[in-house]
């Protein structure tokens, strides 16, 4: 999605060297990927050498002055999301944005991880709901392939923020795959304010000074 398949991790004083996506390395990347001999090769740890390396990807990243930190993690409460939790507890973290489909076993999911967030003492910056309907290429029309909703009664119900619906759009799908700016390739797309809007609500709950 980024473009930096085959990128190499290096070791300066202050730690690792984050692989930069641009030119003016205005976004730096960390990822086990890099570490990795074959891209296609299983990481398989057991938990110590994992949580271990979570703390490593905090604390010894020579990662500079930030605007933000983004920490993209895959769904459940395992020990990786309390290795992340403990290793960013001391940079007093913003909070968590939860991520669900509009289907019962998802919204399920997201449900443990929204009381995971509460017995941590992780502030919820809101819940949005992906794939909420697939937006038809040629008439624009929206069909709720996944059902619709869920997301937002989750968050109605947990008492968090909402920030939006995003909908299937397959000029999103393949703005991913390519690697290409989706904000800057298609304005015109369904997803775009969608994206927008949510950013935007984020961006607003920013610390006056941290944006």
Request: charged letters at 20%; proline letters at 8%.
């Amino acid at each position: 999605m980024l473009r930096v398949q085959g990128k190499a991790v290096h070791q300066c004083d202050s730690g690792w060297v984050p692989v930069f996506v641009d030119q003016e390395q205005s976004i730096s990347l960390m990822s086990v990927g890099f570490l990795l001999e074959k891209p296609d090769e299983a990481v398989v740890w057991r938990g110590p050498k994992k949580n271990a390396l979570i703390k490593q990807f905090v604390s010894d990243v020579a990662w500079g002055q930030l605007d933000y930190l983004v920490v993209d993690t895959p769904p459940g409460t395992s020990d990786e999301h309390m290795a992340v939790v403990d290793a960013m507890r001391p940079y007093s973290p913003l909070g968590a944005l939860v991520v669900t489909t509009p289907q019962a076993v998802s919204v399920g999911d997201v449900r443990r991880e929204l009381t995971f967030c509460k017995k941590v003492g992780l502030r919820v910056i809101g819940v949005v709901e992906n794939m909420s309907g697939f937006v038809c290429p040629h008439c624009a029309e929206c069909t709720n392939v996944f059902s619709r909703g869920g997301g937002e009664e989750l968050a109605r119900h947990a008492g968090v923020p909402f920030l939006g619906s995003v909908p299937l759009d397959p000029t999103l799908t393949r703005s991913l795959e390519e690697g290409r700016d989706f904000i800057r390739g298609f304005p015109k797309s369904p997803a775009f304010p969608a994206l927008s809007c949510i950013a935007q609500k984020i961006l607003n709950e920013a610390p006056v000074g941290l944006s």
